[in-house]
């Protein structure tokens, strides 16, 4: 056995799933066929309407349709021929929530579900794969496939696959074109195996394979970060050292010793949403417990960065009013200029709302990225007024001279390499460093007077 090559795919259910989706197929596989079949005349009458009057709206599906109906996209309402002639069928019809029985009111109502199943099962004389897109109970697939069986003609083999739909209606092209995963579920026999291989390689025409692989993995990493800032609070709450702990964490071989750098919190444009995915999925899948759970690593990472902001305050007595304070870094990480969900964003938003001066450096980040990030972060304050109390500056020693505090947000190497002495003499005393990277050497800065505050250290 090997996996079988898709050439004939059968939608039954021409709906809002249905009908984009495998619209969406037909114009991205040009070498498959696909059939939209449905019950419901009127509907399909529409789907093949002359002048395009489809029977529902998304932008963009005019064109989809328009280019490949006719062609390998077609309607019918002659459901058992779309099933004897095809070699993959999506069911996608619909289940509607209950409206009497156990479960009504919330449960969703498996009837068409079953129905067309049935149909599949009395007409199939050949080996079928057999997909269910809903994306509502877990456990229809295993009812599915009950029934498939039980019904099945001698020599004729269904292989039900998952694959629940994202879309959102209103943006269902761009959410078909452009997914952010998919998700296709089968049995983990050597036959189930190969039907899941010949759905991917329907989507692998235009998805790339890796964006589940992807979302667990950056998932796993941010996870790793926000279990470690978590520990950082314990230590700061107890006068330990969050370096020595995770160096001590790392040296077991389980764990290892990457990813376990506190900070004042992870940035960039993948971590935060990949997350969010993954909870929105659970979701989907009605797991809100694991949808919770990850929800609390995006959590954590916003209570890290709110911490900071505050031990700011509370180390500079209890309030930063009127104070000068030289934010170091903007960019998410070092060595790049993207500032996509950087902490620095959300630091110096909170000490704008203390109504402080910044004084802000980046080697790297254009100073008009700097107020577009800065105006969206506080829509209701006018870019003038931000532009009064934030100034961006040339060089670290302009940014540090005359305040009160230095703030380290990004771990770049030059700020490692500052002349601190020639710093401390330019600030205001007492003169403070608050290093939200661990990047400075905190001893060697206290002795030359500075008090320094680290992040997952109490004070020294
Ligand atoms: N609409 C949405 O945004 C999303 C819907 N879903 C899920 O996808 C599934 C389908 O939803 P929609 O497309 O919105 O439903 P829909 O009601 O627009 O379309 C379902 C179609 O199936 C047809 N049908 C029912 N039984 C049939 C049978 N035995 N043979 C042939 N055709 C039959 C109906 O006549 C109807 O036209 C549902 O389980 C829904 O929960 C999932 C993601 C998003
Ligand atoms: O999906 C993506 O495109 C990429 O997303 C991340 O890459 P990236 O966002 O560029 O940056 P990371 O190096 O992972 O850092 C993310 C954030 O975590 C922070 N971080 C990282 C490591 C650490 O120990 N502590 C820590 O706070 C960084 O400062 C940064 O703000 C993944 O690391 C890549 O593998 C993946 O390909």
Redesign the pocket.
Known sequence: MSPVKVQKIVC????????PTCAVIAQKCPDITVTI????EA?INAWNDKDFQL??YEPGLVDVVRACRGKNLFFSTD?DKGILEADLIFV?????TKKSGVGAGFA?DLN??E??TR?IAAVATSNKIVVE????PCRTAESMRTILEANAKPNCRFDILSN??????GT?IGDLHKPDRVLIGSLQTPEGLDACKSLSEVYAHWVPRDRILTLAANAMLAQRISSINALSAICEATGANIDEVAHAVGYDSRIGPKFLKASVGFGGSCFQKDILNLVYLSE?LHLPEVAAYWRQVVEMNEHQKSRFSKRVVDTLFNTITGKRIAVLGFAFKADTGDTRESAAISLIRDFQKERANVNLYDPQVEASQIWQDLSEASPEISLETIKKQVKICSSSLEACRDAEAVVIATEWKEFKEIDWETVYKGMNKPAFVFDGRLLVDAEKLTKIGFKVVTIGRGNL
């Open positions: 039954v259910g021409a709906g809002y799933v249905g009908g079949v449905d019950l419901n509907r029977p529902i459901v996608s019809v619909n289940t509607p969703a068409f579900v129905l067309a149909r897109k809903s994306t509502v629940p739909e994202f879309l959102a209606e269902a989907s």
